[in-house]
């Protein structure tokens, strides 16, 4: 399809466990951005690339957190020695443009389960 | 001030009314919007986007910024049961290309 796309929809994994999220953005979406979405609440900024560059990962809630998009498209979130509060949807987002502030396009999310 | 706020409702209205969906900002927040519809389970979907001060609409769906008073909404004329979702009021943050949201409308239309 032309949209964002994200795999798996769903993963659980036990605490302590690395796991893996991958983001394959529009294709020639210059920007791609991750979120995360606990219940009930808006999504809350990850870190963000402009091709290959990471240009913002102050959202990454601690070092277990690590993005890559080594070759300008596809990009996977890892997250080592999973804790129960990471629990929650991760979204990934891109757009079309270099400039700021353009519209993203969301994926349908992976939702992270904790166990 | 949270950078971008919300109402998380429920806000219910019947079939065919108009649902007025309001946000304010702060100034951490740049002057472009977003609003998103987001069903149950599902990823959030952009319906609006507005740059500049005044109205836009698009079908039944207008949004109008107030840069002013600090204030987006986002108005759904005829109402349909199909528009019942959670609606996110996003803004872009100033000096970087994310995007700050709201935590959310629920909108309830009954038949």
């Known amino acids: 399809g032309a949209g964002v796309s994200q795999s798996p929809r769903y993963k659980v994994a036990k605490r302590g466990q690395d796991v893996a999220l991958r983001c394959d953005p529009i294709s020639g979406h210059v920007s791609l951005f991750w979120y995360q979405q606990a219940l009930g609440q808006g999504p809350e900024f990850l870190t963000y690339f402009q091709n290959e560059a990471q240009l913002d990962k102050s959202g990454l809630p601690s070092d277990r957190f690590f993005a890559e998009r080594p070759e300008g498209s596809v990009s996977t979130l890892k997250i080592q020695r999973t804790q129960q509060e990471d629990s929650a949807v991760y979204l990934c987002?891109?757009?079309?443009?270099?400039?700021?502030?353009?519209?993203?396009?969301f994926g349908d999310g992976t939702r992270l389960s904790i166990l | 001030q949270k950078e971008v706020e919300q109402n998380s409702g429920p806000l219910s209205v019947p079939e065919g009314a108009i649902a007025s969906l309001n946000c304010t900002y702060s100034d951490r927040v740049s002057q472009s919007f977003f609003w998103y519809r987001q069903y149950s389970g599902k990823s959030p979907e952009l319906i609006m986007s507005?740059?500049?001060?005044g109205d836009k609409e698009d079908g039944r769906f207008t949004a109008q910024l107030n840069k002013a008073s600090q204030y987006v909404s986002l108005l759904i004329r005829d109402s349909q049961p199909s528009d019942s979702a959670t609606y996110l009021c996003?803004?872009?943050?100033?000096?970087?290309?994310?995007?700050?949201f709201g935590t959310g409308t629920r909108l309830q239309v009954f038949p």
């Open positions: 996003a803004g872009g943050a100033i000096n970087t290309d994310k995007l700050i």
């Open positions: 507005i740059y500049s001060n």
């Open positions: 987002a891109s757009s079309l443009v270099l400039q700021g502030n353009q519209p993203q396009h």
